[in-house]
């Protein structure tokens, strides 16, 4: 459905797998796996944010003349994301959105290495990232009935937001 960025295999691994198929009459020596018929009913609009993903700040009234950093930050974001997202299709009525966030500088090497590329569960939380992309993209985001959200530890110079709009 989505394409994360997965470990290739080995050619050992490849070689192992191709006997396997030998053995069992499915396969010849170079066969390939026969091509995914989609069986979607929708069609899907894609874009990158090179930017970190911010989630949408509690708002206040006082938000529309007071210029506080925090929500100065979340507008400068909205427009990157409309920026980004240039015309976008008419009658969505979902959004997957993967965020590759990077990890803290002060982290030691060591920790670097392990938590690269493993699922994020600290702040921003998915729902205000996904709000705030929505927010940016609508005017009326109530139609929206499936979001979800991907949150993966990555190194700075890969940060970015993968966004996936579901329409028919």
Request: hydrophobic letters at 35%; proline letters at 8%.
């Amino acid at each position: 459905f989505f394409r994360l960025n997965m470990p290739s295999w080995t050619p050992q691994q490849m070689t192992d797998h191709r006997k396997s198929k030998q053995l069992l009459g499915e396969a010849g020596e170079d066969s390939l796996p026969p091509p995914v018929k989609p069986t979607c009913a929708f069609k899907t609009f894609s874009f990158i944010i090179p930017e970190i993903a911010l989630g949408k700040p509690r708002m206040t009234r006082s938000d529309v003349w007071r210029k506080r950093p925090a929500v100065m930050r979340y507008r400068q974001f909205c427009d990157t994301v409309r920026e980004c997202a240039g015309t976008i299709p008419g009658n969505v009525f979902g959004v997957y959105v993967a965020s590759y966030i990077p990890m803290p500088e002060s982290w030691s090497a060591k920790k670097k290495e392990r938590m690269y590329g493993t699922i994020m569960r600290q702040r921003p939380d998915g729902d205000n990232i996904i709000k705030g992309i929505l927010d940016a993209l609508f005017d009326e985001d109530s139609g929206v009935g499936i979001m979800t959200s991907f949150k993966v530890w990555c190194s700075e110079e890969q940060a970015q937001i993968h966004v996936h709009l579901f329409y028919s």
